[in-house]
């Protein structure tokens, strides 16, 4: 394992210096038009499902050293929850550790499970927690911030529970605007909400009360939800990049892995066509975060190395 990281690393190196050398003429004609990131859930989901051991400074280091701009946040991983917005110490001492490795905390993800609860007073109490972690994410200095609605109807039919989590979201959506975040939510296949239906349905309510939802853009959940058919920009066409408000890049095979989630593979590696999702994004004006998701991806260095270099061959040929 130590060989291959090493490998990876010094082919990350390389990369680097050549997207320098090519990006600095660019650079100099116009701002980068999108930012890159990668997500710490691939590194909790491999160390959780492979026992690998990935210590947050080694992940921060390859992070910075590959070209990366900024970091998601997981819940749990490396270690403990999120701090609460009133703890200004460990957020100090959180924002001086990516601060250091020149990476910007760009967004977090957050549990939604009781966005969309039938009990009226388990909903405000998610609308509370949820404005406790727009607090820390604008503290940290994110620009965005993303939701996952898991977890069972319980007591209510799809069409109620959709409603729920519609307003659910529109008021959390209305919480992040006023910090200055951009709220956004990704369904999945195995999911209670697991469809294109489904999707459009909650940014149709929002759309209705002029509320500021976005999607996050996964191309393995778009691409189950689009037949399996490796081509998963054709649903995100019908959705509207106008909608996206940031991205999770990966590529896929259109089958789940072990029924819990959409296989994520890394970018090549899978039946995606990459190059449309990416082509669909830029001409459709998405000009925010691309964040490599390596969930359960057995070595996430390398998915996240085959996504950046996607990215950047891409944006050399646009």
Same mark, same amino acid.
């Given at each position: 394992m130590l060989t291959h990281r090493r490998e990876i690393l010094k082919l990350a190196g390389a990369s680097l210096a050549?997207? $320098?050398?090519? *990006?600095s003429e660019a650079a100099a004609a116009a701002p980068r038009a999108w930012k890159t990131a990668i997500g710490l859930n691939g590194f909790m989901s491999a160390s959780q499902k492979y026992r690998q051991s990935y210590p947050i400074w080694e992940v921060l280091d390859f992070a910075s050293g590959s070209g990366f701009d900024? #970091?998601?946040?997981?819940?749990?991983?490396? !270690?403990?929850?999120?701090p609460a917005a009133d703890q200004t110490h460990r957020i100090r001492a959180? =924002?001086?550790m990516y601060d250091g490795f020149g990476l910007k905390v760009f967004s977090l993800q957050t549990a939604a499970r009781d966005a969309f609860a039938p009990d009226p007073l388990a909903r405000a109490g998610w609308v509370g927690e949820f404005h406790d972690w727009a607090r820390f994410a604008k503290a940290v200095g994110c620009d965005c911030i993303g939701m996952w609605p898991g977890g069972p109807l319980g007591s209510q039919t799809i069409d109620e529970a959709l409603a729920h989590l519609a307003d659910s979201f529109c008021r959390a $959506?209305?919480? /992040?605007?006023?910090?200055?975040?951009? /709220? /956004?939510f990704e369904i999945e296949p195995p999911f209670v909400f697991n469809s294109e239906e489904? !999707?459009? =349905?909650?940014l149709s309510e929002a759309a209705s009360r002029k509320c500021p939802l976005k999607v996050i853009y996964d191309p393995s959940h778009f691409d189950l939800m689009n037949g399996?058919? *490796? =081509?998963?920009?054709? !649903?995100?066409? =019908?959705? *509207? #990049?106008?909608?996206?408000?940031?991205?999770h890049l990966t590529d896929g095979d259109g089958t789940l892995r072990d029924g819990q989630t959409s296989k994520h593979l890394p970018c090549g590696d899978g039946h995606t066509d990459m190059d449309a999702s990416l082509e669909t994004l830029w001409k459709g004006g998405f000009r925010g975060w691309v964040m490599i998701d390596a969930w359960q991806i057995p070595d996430p260095y390398d998915a996240c190395t085959k996504g950046k270099q996607a990215i950047d061959r891409f944006l050399a040929a646009s």
């Open positions: 050549l997207s $320098a050398v090519r *990006g900024g #970091v998601e946040l997981v819940r749990g991983w490396p !270690m403990g929850g999120y959180l =924002r001086r $959506a209305g919480i /992040a605007e006023e910090l200055g975040l951009v /709220a /956004a489904h !999707m459009r =349905r909650i399996s058919t *490796g =081509r998963p920009h054709e !649903m995100l066409s =019908r959705i *509207g #990049v106008e909608n996206v408000g940031y991205v």
